[in-house]
């Protein structure tokens, strides 16, 4: 089945203390993304990448970072999460780059203490 | 930055009623598609139409774009309670196309 997977989804952690959420994809897709929602914002883009080894900066990057190592998995890093990042993050792959349809992941809830 | 913006940002509506979604956005695109998140879940792919394009059907699904005003609504005839949901617009941008912006969504409520 055509899928992507994050895990956890559901964690609690307190501030400073490192945590990766990863994302894996079985669909050979070469985009993959990391979006946060919040209550009355809708989804913003955090990092995206276009392939193995290529990544850039969506609309809030600060405060993450990623990896694109294979290409089935793109990890989403907090270094040190803060407050400010208790949100619901969802993975999302596609196979025409940035303009075709997105797959989404079931989410990943997030609450820093 | 937001892209693209949802009108109205809720709706209630009768079972069976057609309803009627709005998106504006404010730069040139490549295309545009709408979603639909069930509370809490991952957003899950309705339609796509390319910016030469005027009107796509899907079911009972009809989206508009009208790239002069800069702006697309989604239709959803015969509505049914399983309609229930969040519905998001999303846009790439003319000059990078990676880069696919949000709207908030419109909530979608479907009396019984």
Same mark, same amino acid.
């Given at each position: ?30 985009? %993959? ?16 990448? %276009? ?63 | ?19 009627? %979604? ?14 639909r998140q069930n509370?809490?879940r991952?957003l ?41 949901a969040s ?26």
């Open positions: 089945e055509a899928q992507v997977t994050q895990n956890p989804r559901y964690l609690i952690t307190v501030t400073g203390k490192k945590l990766t959420v990863t994302c894996s994809q079985n669909m050979n897709h070469e985009y %993959m993304s990391w979006y946060r929602q919040d209550p009355g914002l809708g989804l913003r883009q955090i990092y995206y990448s %276009m392939n193995v080894e290529v990544t850039d900066k969506g609309d809030v990057p600060e405060g993450y970072k990623v990896s694109r190592k294979e290409k089935r998995n793109f990890p989403l890093i907090l270094e040190s999460p803060s407050p400010n990042q208790t949100s619901l993050y969802f993975c999302a792959s596609s196979l025409e780059g940035g303009t075709g349809e997105l797959f989404f992941g079931e989410g990943s809830r997030l609450t820093v203490l | 930055s937001q892209q693209g913006e949802e009108d109205p940002q809720a709706l209630s509506i009768q079972e069976g009623e057609n309803a009627t %979604m709005n998106c504006s956005y404010k730069t040139s695109i490549n295309n545009l598609q709408w979603y509370s809490g991952g899950v792919h309705l339609i796509l139409i390319r910016s030469n394009e005027r009107e796509k059907h899907s079911g009972r699904l009809r989206v508009t774009l009208d790239t002069s005003k800069k702006s697309s609504s989604l239709l959803i005839t015969a509505s049914r309670a399983a309609d229930t519905y998001f617009c999303a846009t790439d941008s003319y000059s990078s196309a990676s880069k696919i912006i949000f709207g908030s969504g419109t909530r979608l409520s479907i009396r019984p």
